[in-house]
C-alpha cells in the first residue's frame, strides 16, 4: 500500500482550499469542480498507486469529491490542512476499494467451486475423462493459430486463471483492448472448433471468460 503523500504547498494553497471549501458549504456546485481541478492529479497518482488500476482510481476520486459535496464539514480545520486531509481520504477509500474487489474475487471463486461439487455430473467416468483431454488438445491447438496478443490473452484467462483486470495489468495493456482481444479470440476458436462434438465439448468453448470481478 502506498503511504499517504503530502503535496508540496505554498502559503496561500491553503487559503484557497479554504475558500473552494467555503463555496461548497454554500451550494456553490463550481466549487466542486475547482476542487476536482486543484487535487486530480496527485490525489489519482496516490488512488492508482493503492488499486492498480486506473479505472478503479477514478472511481475512488469520483467517490472522494462526491463525500466532500455532501458533507464538507467532515474536514475539521484544527486537525491539519485540507490537502492532508482529503489525500488522507483517498488513501481510505482505495484501501477499501482493494479490499472490495478481492472480497468479491472471493466469493466468486467460492460459489463456482461449490457450483462444480454439486453439479449433477461431477464425477465424470472413464470416457468423459478421455474425451476432454481429446478437447483440450485441440483448444490448444487452435490457441496456437490465433494472433500472439489474442493467444497471450485468452492463455493468461483459461490456463492461467487471471481476471481481465489481472490480465490488462500483466501485459500493460487498456482493459477494453484485452476485452476485445479476448472476444476476438473466442470467435475464432469457436469457428476453428465448431465441428467438435461429444461429452466435454460445451466446457471448451462454453464456459465464460474469466471477468474482473463482475459480470461484463
Known amino acids: ?15 484557497g482550499d479554504v475558500e473552494i471549501l467555503r463555496r461548497i458549504r454554500a451550494g456553490d456546485r463550481s466549487a ?45 480545520g484544527a486537525r491539519g490542512s485540507f490537502a492532508s486531509w482529503l489525500l488522507a481520504v483517498v488513501h481510505h477509500k482505495a484501501v477499501d476499494a482493494v479490499r472490495r474487489e478481492e472480497s468479491q474475487r472471493r466469493r466468486q471463486a467460492r460459489a ?7 453439479a449433477p455430473g461431477a464425477a465424470r467416468d472413464v470416457e468423459d475423462d478421455a474425451w476432454s483431454r481429446v478437447v483440450a488438445e485441440q ?20 490456463y492461467g486463471g487471471y481476471t481481465q ?25 469457436r469457428s476453428e472448433l465448431g465441428g467438435v462434438s461429444g461429452p466435454g465439448a460445451g466446457g471448451a468453448l462454453g464456459g465464460s471468460t474469466p471477468m474482473d470481478g463482475t459480470a461484463t
Open 1 to 15: 500500500m502506498g503511504a499517504v503523500s503530502r503535496p508540496v504547498l505554498r502559503p496561500e494553497d491553503g487559503v
Open 32 to 76: 466542486v469542480d475547482d476542487l476536482y481541478d486543484r487535487f486530480r492529479r496527485p490525489a489519482f497518482a496516490l488512488a492508482r498507486r493503492i488499486v492498480a488500476d486506473d479505472g478503479l482510481a477514478e472511481d475512488v476520486l469520483q467517490d472522494v469529491f462526491l463525500m466532500v459535496w455532501r458533507d464538507p464539514s467532515a474536514y475539521d
Open 112 to 118: 463456482e467451486d461449490e457450483a462444480v461439487l454439486e
Open 139 to 158: 483448444v490448444r491447438s487452435a490457441l496456437g493459430e490465433l494472433p500472439g496478443p489474442q493467444k497471450e490473452a485468452l492463455t493468461l484467462a483459461y
Open 165 to 189: 483486470r489481472e490480465v490488462a495489468a500483466l501485459t500493460g495493456t487498456p482493459l477494453g483492448t484485452v476485452k476485445t482481444r479476448m472476444l476476438a479470440g473466442m470467435r475464432r476458436l
